[in-house]
């Protein structure tokens, strides 16, 4: 969706490096959502963030939503091959109940 | 839960003909989305569904294309006539209800020839 947009479009990091991926949006978000896709497979929920400011972590990934709810990121501390894959966010825009997309970033970590 | 279930994993067919995907969504869950993904044009919703109506259907690229949901456990998306355009990998994905967390299906790979 061309209302949601990612960056960068795609990603190469050495193993053990950090990096951050952002996603956009010109709306507001009522809900945020990050995914994570292997090739071949399906979506797998990662976070959800709703409130302005709020911010989730898991293992070694944090995802953040500013406090004007129009921006988020996430953010890999400490890189592994594991975390290699399609990077989503989705939103519920405006409160539309409907889940769109942003057009995804493809990150390779190199041993 | 075994998740959500979509038929086939892969389809190929030749255009002209008409494709059926199924999906069962995971029970209890009131919403039910179906998606195409391309590498042109990323992951787009195509049809949304609450509580078995559909909601939003601007995301259906043409006529061709046509979604259903008959009861809570199963959706169709039919395609017909099927397009070499329209190969692509089609996601099913159902939610407790609007504004939560969606759970994916694995996918349909379908091939237009």
């Known amino acids: 969706s061309q209302e949601l947009e990612q960056s960068p479009q795609s990603l190469i990091v050495q193993e053990g490096k950090n990096l951050t991926i ?70 519920d825009l405006q409160g539309a109940q409907k889940l769109v997309f942003g057009q995804g970033t493809r990150l390779t970590i190199n041993p | 839960d075994a998740g959500v279930i979509q038929s086939p994993r892969h389809e190929v067919t030749e255009m002209g003909q008409e494709v059926t995907l199924r999906c069962k969504p995971i029970s209890g869950h009131n919403s039910l989305f179906w998606y195409r993904q391309t ?19 601007s995301g259906m690229p043409e006529d061709r294309f046509s979604a259903k949901m008959p009861n809570a456990s199963f959706s169709t998306l039919k395609i017909q006539p099927s397009e070499p355009r329209d190969s692509a990998v089609y996601f099913c994905a159902s939610s407790p209800r609007g504004g939560t967390e969606a759970f994916f299906g694995q996918g349909t790979r379908l091939t237009v020839v």
């Open chain 1, 22 to 91: 952002n996603c956009t949006s010109s709306k507001t978000l009522y809900g945020l959502y990050w995914y994570k896709q292997k090739y071949g497979e399906g979506l797998i929920f990662l976070m959800m963030l709703q409130k302005g400011g709020e911010e989730k972590s898991h293992e070694k990934i944090t995802a953040k939503l500013d406090e004007k709810k129009q921006q988020s990121s996430l953010h890999i501390t400490a890189s592994q091959p594991s975390h290699a894959g399609i990077y989503l966010c989705g939103a």
């Open chain 2, 39 to 57: 590498m042109m044009r990323g992951l787009e919703l195509l049809i949304y569904f609450n509580n078995n109506v559909p909601i939003d259907d």
